[in-house]
């Protein structure tokens, strides 16, 4: 009886990429249903990330620095969730471009993914916000939540359309490459543990995430109105179509970063001689 051979080894990058296709092949055999319901669940995740965010920097004690970076350690618990409970997120699945390009799915498999999983998160962390607000929640902390809450969702909404989408072209490089050391990764322990430093990365430098301000911008609008943050500069420009304006710089921006820097990247570096 032969033994088997167990590889602890992360896969190579050759093998990762693989990985990925096989993945982006599956994404555009889910059902419409099927993919909504996954969506819903990685927007709820990603927004859980947010709040854990949120909690951790409402803390006046701590300085910016070390707020930005504990506050992004925090974030990551969204996208272990992803990762390694399964959902369809809208950033990562810039990758299935790859797939486009090997010519393994077509245009409109593609954007049909595309179009469910953006609503699909949007309605998790719409349900989520609701939850949370119902819960209490922002008024953790004698207020302060709420307060944090008002003041990163303006930040959010006041930086110009192209500086915004330059920020989400940033965010999801690194939101894919993080997604691409998941897929590296042989056991759970790994892929948290690669994951980490990529996104409390762009946390930390301030990129913009569209499925984060799904949950970001409509709980900072919500906590507005209910009293929170009345004092923090600029609070007047935080408003629905300021959330929408803010959605569609870092959707467009986190197009480009996913499939034009990772994906169709990693594509051209891998892809065999005369395909």
């Keep these: 009886m032969t033994t088997p051979i167990i590889n602890i080894n992360a896969l190579t990058p050759a093998e990762t990429e693989e990985a990925v296709k096989t ?47 504990v506050g992004g350690l925090a974030f990551c618990m969204g996208l272990v969730l992803v990762l390694c409970c399964g959902a369809e997120l809208f950033t990562g699945n810039s990758l299935m471009a790859s797939d486009l390009a090997s010519r393994r799915i077509s245009w409109p498999a593609m954007l049909r993914n595309w179009v469910i999983v953006w609503f699909g998160n949007l309605a998790g962390g719409l349900l989520l916000v609701a939850l949370i607000t119902l819960a209490g929640t922002m008024g953790l902390n004698d207020g302060l939540v709420g307060e944090t809450a008002v003041a990163t969702a303006v930040a959010k909404v006041t930086p110009d359309w192209g500086t915004l989408f330059v920020r989400g072209i940033l965010c999801n490089i690194l939101v894919c490459l993080a997604v691409r050391v998941g897929f ?86 891998n892809r065999r001689p005369g395909k």
């Design 23 to 69: 993945a982006g092949v599956h994404k555009t055999r889910l059902t419409g249903a099927k993919a909504f319901v996954s969506a819903m669940f990685a927007g709820s995740f990603i927004g859980f990330g947010a709040l854990f965010y949120l909690i951790v920097t409402s803390d006046p004690a701590m300085s910016w620095g070390p707020k930005r970076f």
């Design 184 to 269: 590296s990764a042989r056991s759970v322990g790994d892929k948290v543990l690669g994951i980490l430093l990529p996104i409390s990365g762009f946390v930390a430098m301030g990129f913009e995430h569209c499925v984060a301000n799904m949950f970001f911008l409509p709980i900072g609008l919500i906590c507005k109105l209910l009293g929170f943050g009345s004092d923090v500069a600029g609070v007047d420009a935080l408003t629905v179509t300021a959330i929408l304006y803010n959605l569609s710089a870092a959707t467009l921006g986190n197009i480009i970063g996913g499939t034009v820097f990772v994906a169709l990247g990693y594509w051209f570096i």
